[in-house]
């Protein structure tokens, strides 16, 4: 069965882009680049992903995506757009706009998967709602020596530590990657 992933980078105090959505904190850290260096080797075992329409938008314009499809960052993975709203699609990717619960899309989005895991690109409030659910397997999280202001919360939700354990701690140049993982025990008055 396809584990769920939440792969992702975190300034110090716990947010994933700044106020206007931006990663440029992300990418001002020196050796960003060398933290990486597994990340490869990570997406390998991805059959398909999921991201919010936020997330989506930026690795869309980010990437200047509509004018150079060719440069999808996830070419030949199922890629999972959770959204209310029209969004441009990018020509030749295989991009699948669905609403509506996690829930209801996961017998899809574990039949795209696989045997591969399905990683979760962001946001926050989408990781959440699969931890709500009972079906976030593992949270990966690299933390930036950075911190913001306000901005966008890793997880805006409460998880307490009797449904984390810590696997294993990693330091990448100045990174330094947490893995959690999550027992699948649903809150209670959610759906799942």
Known sequence: MARVIFHTATTLNGYLADDDDSLSWLFAVPGADTAEHDFGRFLDGVGALIMGS????????????????????????ASFVMSSR????????????????????????????????????????????????????????????VTLVSGRPLLPR??????????????????????????????VGSVG
């Open 158 to 187: 409460r998880l307490e530590s009797d449904r984390l354990t810590l696997e294993s701690v990693t330091r990448a140049g100045q990174f330094a990657e947490l893995v959690y993982s999550l027992s699948r025990t649903p809150l």
């Open 54 to 77: 936020t997330t989506y938008e930026w690795v869309v314009d980010h990437e200047g995506l509509i004018a150079h499809p060719e440069k999808w960052p996830y070419a030949g993975k």
């Open 86 to 145: 029209e969004l441009p699609v990018v020509a030749g990717a295989d991009i699948r706009f669905r609403r509506g619960e996690v829930s209801a899309l996961w017998p899809e989005l574990a039949e795209a998967a696989g045997d591969r895991d399905i990683w979760i690109v962001g946001g926050g409030d989408l990781v959440g709602q699969f931890a709500d659910s009972g079906l976030l397997d593992e949270i990966r999280v690299s933390i930036a020596p």
